[in-house]
């Protein structure tokens, strides 16, 4: 059985599943229900200035039938008294000693800081985690993102808490930046012992067409909230992936962003992170959700020979790297499997729109369309639409034996630089004559 | 073993009848529309007699536009409701799905179009304005599926439709012959009155037109003349016991209990004689109305009955037994059915053969006898021109829908020998569009 407890600069906890600063960790009832569920820390809803909250808060984007595949918020930071948050912290550490209890926190003034790390020192927090990522009314009042988007202010409050910080020091980064990197770099200048990432990004989910407001609606008003959930999985792998790669970041990262199952814990593991934090899968499922990734995991790490999440962590970085340095002599094209083709032809629409009309259909009575191989770039476009499991599958057909990439060019001088370069890389691609292939009259328009 | 009991009252006619495939909600809608691939060339939409844009109107009432939808739906297939209810979707446009081919169950096509022609239905949405009145007027024989869907589509084009029918209801078939299980009265009703609403076209009830003067009436006042008279009475058998108390042809017995319901006596024990999709309805019904035996008993063999499989299952499920290979010799009985008696058959080379001396007697109190309807070569014999193939089928031209007399146009069943509701509100369309054609060249 793989080892999957993980030790977070400092914070120990005996799985890598936390919950993320949120409504699910409004409250020590939450968090020890999430911990007897098997969740491996949480990380309490943010701390500071107890706020007043509107209603409605969330807004969905659902696709299709599938429910929350994006989700927003313009919820803020706790509105419970401090004293409460910090009672019922000591009660949770009390039950589960051996689990992550990190503080988040987010106020304004160096004194405030101070006070607000030592009371949940105080209180048995493990660690802290400074909320600079909020992108929706707290950062109107000069908090939350507003601090995050500039690297000087982060490293400066980042320092402050340092200054009286004896746990490790997290720093939630927030996604509404130019370059994410930028900022995780002021958090390691500022003293920060790790950082989180991502936070929500600003967003409208949507727009309510009859009465012309967006969503969520408070009393026919509405207002940008942070989105977060499945859809920004992607957007937050890449900023992980940017955090870890970076040589002046070095420091321990938890994910956040999307993540609903072990699969998706794994992607960001092996992109870098060594914890990962949820909150959209539990606000739709719950926690029992843990069920699901714990084994998975385990399973995963088993079946790849990974004894611990070291061992695993950041393995797909060394795979990642700027466009510059892809073989260009790599050439694959389309294959169709005729065998367990179901005759859509979405493959055949998507190319001829979509792409480069590679894709002919058969004119002997079957369904089944067939690649021309010329003009296939193999950008594997009709694969992606493709309902049918491996029924379209891409082909190598270099000998493997070139690598030239567009740098090596580039230093050979063998790259096109004019407008009509003879050395364009579609100069003798297939492209239909439009008037000849749409059978229109060449007289042009009146 | 029938499951049934005999219904006595409204609610559990209604509930023996159950509809196999009810209308949906707006989640079911919505889940199920959610899974349509939208196809290039979707195979579906070949399969539709009407060509309705399948993949279109499912996309419709995923994003949330059904009055769209069911504009797609219409503006194909004037019975859009009662198709999605009725239709044999297993081998129409569900049966070419592609799921079929990943072992996926299809889309359920048909009652996506119920579901998001109901609303309209409901709501009388205004989907479609009659043209601008041409000044010519056409008279169509009979409110049937062929005679509705063609005076929707002149009333489109600017003519004045007047339809004669000699019942008391529109829709021909729909109401009076297919299986409660499938559509109710009030459902197919309720989408005459819609598209009366929509089209304005002109209806006179009881009014069946049997007489040569009534054609000659009707070849003077109108431009032209669309027969949608569907096919006739059931073909009697040439046996002996016909004519006994309690035998009943299927499409009489049928429009029976279409009309009469619960109010309808089923024999204990009932035979149906026949292999087609009539003669399944038929023997489904009985059961369904609490006859404790029902036995469809077919001359040739099972593999070549012309029913459609699921038809059979579906009877079969009601409790029918069939019986193959056994062809009627004589219904026995004093005044009333007392038994049939059959000879035992084989087939060679696509003959029915009786084998001598296996004659046996299955005794019931019912009998139905399923052996296709009569054609209508007797009724237009008062029409100048017209001509019937071998089989019985009123020729027309392929494309234009016209007879032999240039006057006269049809479609549905009278020209088909009887297929589906699809197939004649295709086909009137095209016909109207003939007598378009025809007039126009004309004037
Ligand atoms: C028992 C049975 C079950 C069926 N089940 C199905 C099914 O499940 N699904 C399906 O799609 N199809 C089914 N069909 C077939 C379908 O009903 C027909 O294909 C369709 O109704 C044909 O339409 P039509 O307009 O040609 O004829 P009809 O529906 O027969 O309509 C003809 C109309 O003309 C009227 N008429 C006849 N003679 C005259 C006259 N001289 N003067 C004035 N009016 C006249 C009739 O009263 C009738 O209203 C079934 C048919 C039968 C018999
Ligand atoms: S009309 Fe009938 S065959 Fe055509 S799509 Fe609708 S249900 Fe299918």
């Known amino acids: 059985m793989p080892d999957i407890s993980v030790n977070f600069a400092g914070i120990r906890s005996p799985n890598p599943f936390w919950l993320a600063s949120a409504p699910p960790t409004n409250s020590g009832y939450q968090i020890m229900k999430a911990f007897d569920a098997g969740w491996g820390g949480a990380v309490w809803k943010t701390l500071g200035v107890p706020i007043v909250n509107v209603s409605s808060r969330y807004g969905s984007v659902n696709y299709r039938n599938t429910r929350m595949m994006g989700f927003n918020n313009i919820e803020l930071i706790t509105d419970r008294p401090l004293k409460d948050n910090l009672r019922e912290i000591e009660e949770v550490k009390k039950y589960f000693p051996d689990h992550a209890v990190i503080a988040s926190l987010m106020v304004e003034t160096r004194e405030q800081w101070h006070q607000i790390v030592k009371d949940a020192e105080n209180a048995g927090a493990d660690g802290l985690e400074l909320n600079f990522g909020c992108p929706h009314g707290m950062c109107e009042r000069g908090m939350g993102s507003a601090v ?54 600003q967003s409208i989910v949507g727009v309510d067409i009859d009465n012309f407001v967006a969503y969520p609606v408070v009393d026919g008003k509405s207002t940008n909230g942070g989105y977060c959930g499945p859809a920004v999985k992607p957007i937050a792998l890449n900023m992980l992936k940017n955090c870890a790669q970076h040589p002046d970041v070095n420091l321990p990262i938890s994910g956040i962003g999307g993540i609903e199952n072990w699969k998706d814990a794994v ?32 399973n995963y790490m088993t079946e790849k020979g990974f004894n611990t999440i070291d061992e695993m962590k950041g393995k797909a970085l060394r795979n990642i790297t700027n466009w510059e340095n892809l073989n260009l002599d790599y050439k694959i094209i389309a294959e169709i499997n005729k065998d367990k083709c179901i005759g859509c032809e979405l493959c055949y629409i998507a190319c001829e729109d979509g792409a480069h009309q590679a894709i002919g259909l058969s004119d002997n009575g079957t369904r089944v369309p067939y690649i021309i191989e010329e003009n296939c770039v193999g950008c594997n476009l009709c694969s992606l639409v493709c309902p049918v499991e491996s029924c379209i599958t891409m082909i190598r057909k270099d000998d493997g034996k070139k690598y030239e990439t567009w740098k090596d060019r580039t230093e050979a001088g063998n790259i096109p630089v004019t407008f009509n370069d003879e050395l364009a890389g579609g100069l003798h691609h297939f492209v239909p004559d439009p008037l000849t292939a749409l059978k229109k009259n060449n007289h042009g328009y009146k | 073993m029938s499951d049934y009991t005999k219904p006595t009252n409204e609610s559990e006619f209604e509930k023996n009848f159950e509809q196999i495939k009810p209308l949906m909600n707006s989640t079911q809608a919505y889940y199920e529309s959610s899974r349509c691939l939208f196809c290039y060339d979707a195979p579906c939409v070949n399969a539709c007699p009407t060509r309705i844009d399948i993949p279109l ?57 119920s579901f998001a022609t109901s609303t309209a ?18 008279a169509i024989i009979g409110a049937g599926p062929a005679g509705i869907s063609c005076a929707c589509e002149l009333r489109m084009m600017g003519y004045d439709a007047v339809i004669f029918e000699a019942r008391e209801k529109p829709s021909g078939l729909t109401v009076y012959g297919v299986a409660p299980y499938k559509i109710t009265n009030k459902e197919a009703l309720d989408e005459m009155d819609y598209l009366q609403g929509q089209f304005g076209f002109e209806i006179h009830f009881e009014s069946g037109i049997y007489k040569k003067e009534d054609f000659i009436r009707l ?84 593999e070549e009955k012309g029913a459609y499989e699921f038809e059979y299952d579906l009877a079969k499920s009601a ?67 017209i001509k019937f193939d071998l089989k019985g089928r009123l020729v027309v031209d392929p494309e234009n829908y016209q007879t032999p007399n240039p006057k006269y146009f049809s479609a549905g069943d009278i020209i088909s020998g009887g297929q589906e509701v699809v197939n004649a509100a295709a086909d009137a369309k095209k016909a109207a569009r003939g007598i378009d054609r025809y007039l126009k060249n004309k004037s």
């Open chain 1, 148 to 201: 995050g988007q500039e690297p000087e202010v982060l490293k400066l409050i980042v320092s402050w808490v340092k200054e009286v910080a004896t746990k490790p020091v997290i720093v939630k980064l927030t996604p509404n930046i130019s370059d994410i990197t930028d900022a995780a770099i002021a958090a390691r200048q500022g003293g920060g012992d790790a950082i989180s990432l991502i936070n929500t990004i």
């Open chain 1, 267 to 298: 992607e960001f593991i092996l992109l870098g992170a060594s914890t990962v934090q949820v909150c959209t899968a539990v606000m739709h499922y719950g926690f029992g959700i843990i069920r699901e990734m714990i084994p998975g995991l385990e």
């Open chain 2, 57 to 113: 109107f499912i996309r419709q009432i995923n994003s949330g536009n059904l009055t769209g939808s069911a504009k797609t739906i219409y503006e194909s297939n004037y019975f859009g409701y009662a198709c999605g209810k009725v239709c044999p979707t297993d081998v129409l446009c569900e049966g070419a799905c592609v799921y079929n081919l990943q072992e996926v169950k299809p889309i359920e096509i048909g009652r996506l179009q």
């Open chain 2, 121 to 138: 239905i409901s709501e009388s949405k205004k989907l479609f304005i009659p043209g601008k009145s041409n000044g010519k007027k056409v």
């Open chain 2, 219 to 302: 070849e003077k006042e109108f431009d032209a003349v669309f027969i949608g008279t569907g096919l006739g009475k059931t073909n009697s058998l040439n046996i002996s016991g016909m004519n006994l108390e309690n035998c009943f042809g299927a499409v009489e017995f049928i429009a029976e209990l279409k009309i009469h319901q619960h109010n309808v006596k089923v024999g204990n024990k009932v035979i149906v004689l026949g292999g087609g999709n009539t003669a399944m309805d038929a023997a489904s019904e009985s059961a369904r109305m609490g006859a404790e035996k029902v036995i469809l008993a077919y001359r040739r063999s099972n």
């Open chain 2, 319 to 385: 409790g029918v037994k069939g019986m193959f290979n056994v062809s009627p010799v004589e219904i026995t009985g004093k005044d009333k059915v007392e038994g049939v008696k059959f000879i035992r058959t084989r087939t060679e080379n696509g003959k029915v053969i009786n084998i001598i001396g296996t004659e046996f007697t299955e005794p019931c109190d019912m009998v139905i006898v399923a052996t296709g309807q009569s054609k209508q070569e007797e009724l237009l014999s008062n029409v100048s021109g």
